[in-house]
C-alpha cells in the first residue's frame, strides 16, 4: 500500500517567539493582537510561523507567499483545517498547542491531523464521558496513577482523528473508539460516523517529556519525517 510522507516539527514557546510575527500574515497579525492571554498568543504566533517554515522546507514557496486556507466543514466559516497552494499541489496543514508546546504536520494531497497535549487535567478529574463504552471499561482497569496518561493518550489519538476529518469537536469524542494507551494506535470503530466514510490511519508521535501526541491521516497511510 502507498504511503504518504508527513512532515512533523515541533517547537516551545519561548523569549524569541514574538520575533516570529515578521512570518505571519496580516489577518494572522491582529488575530495574535486580539488574544488576551500571553501564553495563547505565543502559541498562535509560534504555531502559524513554524506552519510556514515547514511548508517551505518541504515545498518550496518561500515563507512570506503562503496563504493559508481555512474552510469550516460545519459551517463554512474562515476557519479549521489550514490547507496551502504549492507547485506541487495542495499541502494540508494540523497545528495543535498545548502549555506552551507546539506541534505541526503538513502532506501533500493528504488531509491530517495533529494533537499535542501536556499529560495534565484541567479539571480534578479526568472528562470520562469523552470516553466510549469500550475506552471506559479499559480505563477503569487502569490503576489510578496512571489514569491521566492513559486518558491523554485516548484523547490526543481521539483529537488527531477528529481534526483530520475536519469534524473538530462538532462530533461528540465518545461517538469514536480509538485502541488502548497500552496498545497501538488505531480507530476500532465510529457510531454515527459523519461522511466522508474515509479510512483513517493514525499513529502516536514523541512530543516530549511530559507530553503526548498522536498523529491522523485520511485515506492513505503515514511516514512520519521530523
Request: proline letters at 8%.
Amino acid at each position: 500500500m502507498n504511503t504518504v510522507q508527513c512532515l512533523l516539527r515541533q517547537a516551545t514557546v519561548g523569549p524569541g517567539t514574538d520575533d516570529l510575527l515578521g512570518l505571519l500574515d496580516p489577518a494572522e497579525r491582529a488575530r495574535a493582537a486580539g488574544l488576551r492571554h500571553a501564553v495563547s498568543r505565543a502559541e498562535f504566533v509560534l504555531g502559524r510561523a513554524t506552519a510556514r517554515l515547514l511548508v517551505a522546507e518541504g515545498w518550496g514557496p518561500a515563507p512570506s507567499t503562503i496563504t493559508f486556507r481555512a474552510v469550516c466543514r460545519t459551517c463554512a466559516g474562515p476557519h479549521g483545517r489550514l490547507e496551502v497552494a504549492t507547485p506541487d499541489g495542495v499541502v494540508h496543514v494540523s497545528v495543535s498547542h498545548s502549555a506552551g508546546r507546539v506541534a505541526v504536520a503538513a502532506a501533500l494531497g493528504v488531509r491530517c491531523g495533529v494533537d499535542v497535549e501536556k499529560i495534565a487535567l484541567r479539571g480534578a478529574k479526568p472528562p470520562v464521558t469523552a470516553l466510549s463504552t469500550v475506552e471506559r471499561a479499559v480505563f477503569d482497569a487502569v490503576p489510578p496513577a496512571g489514569r491521566t496518561a492513559a486518558f491523554v493518550r485516548y484523547w490526543t489519538r481521539k483529537e488527531a482523528v477528529l481534526k483530520a476529518t475536519g469534524d473538530g469537536l462538532t462530533v461528540a469524542p465518545a461517538t469514536l473508539t480509538v485502541s488502548g494507551p497500552t496498545e497501538p494506535p488505531r480507530v476500532l470503530s465510529w457510531t454515527d460516523r459523519p461522511a466522508p466514510e474515509l479510512p483513517v490511519h493514525l499513529s502516536d508521535v514523541d512530543a516530549g517529556e511530559g507530553f503526548l501526541g498522536a498523529l491522523a491521516t485520511l485515506e492513505v497511510p503515514h511516514t512520519v519525517i521530523g
